[in-house]
């Protein structure tokens, strides 16, 4: 119970990690609000089964490439649950393009969500931090921000800003008690990776150094320990959840 008593939010949570994470902090005490744009089977089911705990949920609709609605989503979770102590920065999407073929429209697309919905969603949830003494934002990033593959200039130069961004925001925020901290996982079995009848979890584990591949539960307990008193100490940085994938040089 490490984050009882304290209301976090959490973006794009209707599905895989984003989903796993809401129900992790609430596993630990929380009460949660979840956003949600396509999955919303997921986040209502995710909802009944915090609610299952004797927690309080909510799962709100946003497209938080929308500064506007980035905006609502804060407010709307925050009074639900009478303020906010922990943001979870998870709604993103990827393309995988050469960088040639790279469209204005497939441009702002991720520019949109995987930075401009971080930026104001974290300016929006700060505010309110600042009513309550303080909190904890956790902007997910990703091994991209750390190392690159083809084909992946545009996801690559969105998860590069999450890192900066994270770092910055931390040293302007310290001053109200609010640690900025990142998360980036590695390869993370989501039910997309289902969508390709070739996938092998087996497979896909032995090119990851400790041998399988990761959950969405192992970034879930990384953002509790984060968001958490135990990580008091700790802002500014981003923590690699990667089996060990970074590690290991390619030639």
């Known amino acids: 119970m490490k984050l009882q008593g304290k209301c976090a939010l959490v973006t794009g949570a209707g ?7 809401a129900l992790e902090l609430a ?5 949660v609000a979840l956003s949600y744009h396509a999955s919303s089977s997921g986040a209502t089911s995710a909802v009944a089964e915090i609610n ?21 989503l804060v407010s709307e979770a ?11 920065n998870n709604a993103g999407v990827t393309i995988v393009k050469d960088f040639l073929s ?17 930026y104001f969603c974290a300016q929006s949830a700060a505010a309110c931090m600042c009513e309550r003494g303080g909190g904890v934002i956790i902007n997910m990033a990703s091994i991209h921000s750390f190392m690159s593959n083809y084909r992946t200039s545009l996801y690559d130069g969105t998860k590069g800003a999450i890192l900066n961004t994270t770092r910055s925001l931390a040293l ?11 998360v980036a996982p590695g390869v993370i079995e989501v039910p997309r990776y289902f969508d390709d009848p070739a996938y092998s979890s087996a497979e896909s584990g032995k090119r990851v150094p400790w041998g399988r591949v990761g959950l969405p539960i192992d970034i879930a307990k990384t953002c509790v320990f984060l968001a958490s008193a135990d990580a008091d100490f700790i ?10 994938t970074t590690t290991r040089m390619s030639l």
């Open 15 to 21: 599905i895989g990690i984003g989903r796993e994470v």
């Open 27 to 31: 596993r630990e005490g929380a009460d």
């Open 52 to 72: 299952a705990m004797g927690r309080r949920a909510l799962a709100v609709r946003a497209d938080v490439s929308q500064v506007s609605e980035c905006r609502a």
């Open 78 to 88: 925050a009074a639900f649950l009478g303020g906010l102590d922990i943001l979870v």
């Open 102 to 118: 790279i469209t204005e429209e497939d441009f702002d697309y991720l520019y949109h969500l995987n930075i401009r919905g971080y």
């Open 172 to 182: 302007e925020l310290a001053k109200d008690h609010i640690r900025v901290v990142g």
């Open 235 to 244: 802002t500014g940085q981003t923590i690699i959840v990667d089996g060990g």
